[in-house]
């Protein structure tokens, strides 16, 4: 009897407890439904793309100067093979006469021995006396023969001495063509620089004995020289007007100015560049402040070529395909065919659109579109200028 009662209680609790649950289950629902409905229905419209971003710059044609950058060897304008024009004995060298030396226009660079030339002189200017002597004699007798044939109806130019005296006149001329010959000879024994020059080698020595124009040596001019440099074909469009002063010439810290001049005529055989000739004034610094530069050394020159107006200066990565992209007014991309003009360093220059109120992209989307709607945000990218780093 005490088990019934046991197992009726059991029934009744469990029974309680699964009604308990169920309570609280049904609450739970209800609360969830009343909160459920108490919100705000979500907005279920769907958030429309936005554009790709670009990066973009104010397109701006400008004149821009074009500059070349050459290089090339110094060399001599002018070199001279010295000798004297008459034979003898060298008798004197001036000190600086040797090679690497450095004279002045007019030093005196050698003399011969002077002893037989001016013996010369001193003979011819006796001839000349003798001569000058037989001429008033001539005269004197012409005069004698004039009075007195004066009252002769026929005379003779023999008679009055007139060829006597012509021969005596021309004897006069030569002794004095024969004395300004000696007197020449003598001053050829004395042998002067011809301009500012570096002597380039010397061939003879003291007490060597000379024939006619025997070489002496080689001077070359420093009164100014060439810089032979090589022009590529594209570049020779953008060269000046030649010729063309305010050329930059350097090497290392040592800073020159110089003149385009001229072109050589010549084509290298094996590059084809033409060649063209700087020319620099006083390059060893003789008459100036300036630092020297040698012949033999390898120099840099800037030269100024010519504007070329309404072209846009970019650096070369934004031409793809010859290409350039654009961005017009209503944000939309725009394909321009970049004429090409000129390449330098890392940029080129090209012709500028007809529409100013584009703007230049700098940095495209991934898969770019003619027409594709863009939105351009902050661009800090500026336009390449010569020297800057990409």
């Not at 305010?246 to 055989?269: C, M, N």
């Amino acid at each position: 009897m005490e088990s019934n009662k046991n197992k009726s209680s059991y029934h009744q609790l469990k029974r309680r407890s699964l009604a308990l649950l169920l309570v609280v289950l049904l609450g739970g629902s209800a609360c969830v439904a009343l909160v459920t409905l108490a919100k705000t229905p979500k907005d279920t419209k769907v958030k429309q793309a936005q554009p790709p971003r670009v990066s973009s710059t104010p397109l701006v044609p400008t004149d821009y100067q074009t500059s070349l950058h050459l290089s090339g060897v110094l060399k001599p304008a002018e070199q001279t093979d010295i000798a004297f024009e008459l034979p003898g004995k060298i008798a004197w060298l001036n000190d600086a006469f040797i090679e690497g030396g450095i004279v002045h226009k007019g030093a005196l660079l050698a003399r011969l021995n002077a002893f037989d030339y001016q013996t010369q002189v001193l003979n011819k200017q006796a001839e000349l006396a003798l001569a000058k002597a037989h001429l008033s004699e001539q005269l004197a007798l012409a005069d004698v023969a004039k009075k007195e044939w004066a009252r002769s109806a026929h005379v003779t130019e023999l008679a009055l001495r007139k060829p006597q005296v012509a021969s005596a006149r021309a004897r006069l001329k030569a002794a004095e063509a024969q004395l300004a010959q000696a007197q020449k000879n003598l001053s050829r024994t004395h042998y002067y620089a011809p301009y500012d020059a570096l002597i380039a080698k010397r061939d003879t020595g003291l007490g060597q004995v000379i024939k006619a124009g025997q070489p002496l040596g080689q001077l070359v001019n420093l009164h100014y020289g060439e810089l032979h440099v090589p022009v590529a074909n594209f570049d020779r469009p953008f060269l000046p007007q030649l010729p063309a002063s305010g050329v930059t010439v350097s090497a290392s810290e040592i800073t020159r100015t110089g003149t385009l001049t001229r072109h050589t005529g010549q084509l290298s055989d094996t590059t084809r560049m033409a060649y063209y000739v700087i020319r620099i004034d006083d390059p060893y610094a003789l008459h100036s402040d300036d630092q020297p530069v040698y012949f033999g050394q390898f120099l840099h020159a800037h030269v100024a070529g010519v504007t070329l107006k309404n072209v846009l200066k970019v650096p070369q990565e934004w031409v793809k395909n010859d290409t350039l992209w654009l961005m017009n007014p209503q944000h939309r991309l725009v394909q321009y065919p970049a004429k090409i003009l000129r390449r330098e360093q890392s940029s080129v220059l090209i012709v500028a659109p007809p529409r100013t109120d584009y703007q230049l992209i700098t940095h495209l989307p991934d898969y770019p579109q003619t027409g594709m709607l863009v939105r351009s945000g902050t661009d800090h990218t500026q336009l390449a200028s010569k020297g800057d780093k990409q």
